[in-house]
C-alpha cells in the first residue's frame, strides 16, 4: 500500500468527490490526503462533523461531511487558521447561511412559515431524531 499523498492534496485543488451516499474513514482520508486519526481529532473539535455509526460501529461520512472534511483542511492546512480559528469561522458562516426572518415578522412567526420543511423528507428527520435520541441514551448510561 503506497503511503504517498494523493496529487490533488499537494496541488491545493479540491478532489472529485464519487457520487455516493456514505463513504468510510479511509476513503475520506485518501480524499482529503490527511491520516485516520487527523479526522478522529477533527470530530472532537468540529460539532458539524459528525458521522454516523453503522451497526458494527464503522464510522460513515455523508457527501456534507466530506465537503466539510475539505473545506476544515483548506483553513486549516492553506489559509494557516487556527483550530479555534477554524470553528468560529465555520460557525459564523453557517450562522450567516440560517434563514432570516423578513422584515415586520418575529424570528418564530418567520420559523413558522419553515416548519413544514421539517417533514418534506421524513427519513431525513427521523434519522436526525434516531441520533439525538442515541445521544440521549449514550449520555444516559
Same mark, same amino acid.
Given at each position: 500500500m503506497s503511503t504517498s499523498m494523493p496529487e490533488h492534496a499537494l496541488s491545493g485543488e479540491r478532489p472529485e468527490i464519487p457520487d455516493k451516499l456514505y463513504?468510510? #474513514?479511509?476513503? =475520506?482520508? !485518501?480524499?482529503?490526503? #490527511? %491520516?485516520?486519526? =487527523?479526522? !478522529?481529532?477533527? &470530530?472532537? &473539535?468540529?460539532?458539524?462533523?459528525?458521522? %454516523? %455509526?453503522?451497526? %458494527?460501529?464503522? !464510522?460513515?461520512? !455523508?457527501r456534507k461531511d466530506v465537503e466539510l472534511v475539505l473545506e476544515i483542511k483548506r483553513l486549516l492546512y492553506e489559509k494557516r487558521y487556527t483550530i479555534e480559528g477554524a470553528r468560529k469561522y465555520l460557525e459564523s458562516r453557517s450562522r450567516e447561511s440560517a434563514p432570516k426572518a423578513p422584515e415586520g415578522m418575529t424570528k418564530s412567526a418567520a420559523a413558522g412559515n419553515h416548519q413544514g420543511d421539517l417533514f418534506r423528507n421524513p427519513n431525513a428527520a427521523l434519522e436526525e431524531i434516531r441520533k439525538e435520541l442515541k445521544e440521549i441514551l449514550a449520555l444516559l448510561d
Open positions: 463513504f468510510r #474513514i479511509g476513503e =475520506v482520508s !485518501r480524499l482529503a490526503g #490527511i %491520516k485516520p486519526y =487527523v479526522l !478522529r481529532f477533527w &470530530e472532537t &473539535e468540529f460539532s458539524s462533523l459528525g458521522p %454516523k %455509526k453503522s451497526g %458494527k460501529g464503522h !464510522r460513515l461520512y !455523508r
